[in-house]
């Protein structure tokens, strides 16, 4: 095994589930491909939090890149002291993702911000909250889906699949973060190419 190409490995794919988590976040921010439900505050609160843009998105291709040109340091003094540091990026990184983890599961789980028909007319709110313990959340019943929002139209299913790409994206993030401090923790103790030395027989 050797320390430095695993650091690199895991650098570039949290580069990538950087970029898909805030690809998934900007989505959220405009229902239909349309801007004037952000322009009128008329978007799932999750959403408007951006977890998938700072959180899971630019914090953590700040710690890929510390990731990456952490594994290209030379001398075994340096590569353990960039390693140390690593152990420091990757903790910050597991807590962002474990917001953003948070706050999608949590937009996953209220539903959309919409336009339906409440008791006294059209109002905007979240119709899929699930309000009380006996109330069969939204999820598991597909069939309300079609009807619950009257504006954007399909909203539930937008959400439930971008806020299902962050929670997806950011639980990869956290494991990946959770071990590259394992394999910090390993650079430090035995160095950058720990497995690539052969035992010699007497």
Not at 24 to 37: K, M, R, V, W
Not at 139 to 147: I, Q, V, Y
Request: glycine share 10%; proline share 3%; aromatic share 8%.
């Amino acid at each position: 095994m050797c320390v430095a190409r695993c650091s690199r490995c895991v650098g570039w794919a949290l580069v990538v589930l950087a970029i898909v988590s805030m690809l998934a976040n900007a989505l959220l921010l405009f229902p239909n491909l349309e801007y004037s439900f952000l322009l009128e505050r008329h978007v799932t609160r999750e959403a408007l939090f951006g977890t998938g843009l700072w959180a899971s998105g630019l914090l953590m291709l700040l710690a890929a890149h510390s990731i990456l040109s952490a594994s290209s340091k030379g001398g075994c003094c340096g590569f353990r002291t960039a390693m140390l540091r690593q152990v420091a990026y990757s903790c910050l990184a597991c807590a962002a993702t474990a917001l953003c983890f948070w706050v999608s599961a949590t937009g996953l789980v209220h539903g959309p911000l919409c336009l339906h028909n409440g008791t006294q007319g059209l109002v905007w709110d979240t119709p899929l909250f699930r309000r009380n313990i006996s109330e069969k959340v939204y999820l598991f019943d597909t069939r309300r889906w079609a009807g619950a929002c009257v504006e954007p139209r399909g909203v539930v299913l937008w959400n439930v699949v971008l806020f299902s790409v962050l929670g997806v994206t950011s639980g990869l993030q956290a494991v990946l973060c959770a071990a590259h401090v394992l394999n910090a923790l390993l650079g430090m103790v035995c160095g950058p190419g720990f497995g690539n030395n052969k035992v010699v027989p007497a």
